[in-house]
Each structure stands twice: as structure tokens, then as C-alpha cells.
């Protein structure tokens, strides 16, 4: 075992602590569980979110509730809804997050989102 391995453990999201973060129009509230190589939130956006720029990070992002669109720079929009996810490996979109009413993400990255040569 090395010091990358992650032993079995739990998350209890009702004790980690929420850090605000601001878009172009409302707020985003992160919820982290970060270890070496992987982060783990749950993110809620505010109703009337956009956030303030495009992402280039590789995520999986699960719509735990509400519903979201995630806007590439390229115009094309992809609506999420409860029980819907995506996946983008780093560097292959740039992105970014919008929703009217509000929503509930399980967000994954990490090293192995990498792009790969």
C-alpha cells in the first residue's frame, strides 16, 4: 500500500463545512472531500447561477436535484436533470455551468481525468 491508496472510510455531508463561492450571477456552495489525487463535492448553485468562467477541468458531475445547463464555449448546450451525469476528461471542453431554479451536483475529479497523451 502506498500513501495514494484510500482506505475505507465514510462521508458524513452534514459535517463538512460549505465555502461559498460567487459566479457571473449567484453563488455556489462547495461541500469537499479532497484526497491525494481526488476531490469529491457536492456543489449547489443558486438559483440564476452562471458561473464567472470556463472551466477546462475534467469532471463526472451527477444532478443529484434540480436541473442545469452545462454551456460549452463552442454554443452547445447540454441539459442535466436528477439522475443524469457527465463525463469530460482535462483540457477536452471548456465549460461552464447555468441553471434558473437552482441544483444539487456530485461532482468527481482528479489525476485520472488527465488528459492522456
Not at 477541468?57 to 439522475?83: N, Q, R
Not at 455551468?97 to 497523451?117: E, W
Amino acid at each position: 500500500m502506498n500513501d495514494q491508496n484510500i482506505l475505507f472510510q465514510t462521508i458524513d455531508w452534514t459535517k463538512v463545512p460549505k465555502t461559498e463561492h460567487k459566479g457571473e450571477t449567484g453563488i455556489a456552495f462547495w461541500q469537499t472531500a479532497q484526497f491525494q489525487g481526488l476531490r469529491i463535492r457536492i456543489v449547489e448553485y443558486s438559483k440564476g447561477y452562471i458561473a464567472d468562467h470556463w472551466c477546462k477541468k475534467g469532471h463526472i458531475v451527477h444532478c443529484l436535484e434540480g436541473e442545469f445547463v452545462s454551456e460549452l464555449v463552442d454554443g452547445e448546450k447540454f441539459k442535466l436533470t436528477k439522475g443524469m451525469s457527465y463525463v469530460v476528461s482535462d483540457e477536452l471542453s471548456s465549460h461552464r455551468s447555468i441553471t434558473r431554479n437552482g441544483v444539487k451536483l456530485l461532482i468527481i475529479d482528479g489525476d485520472f481525468l488527465k488528459l492522456k497523451d
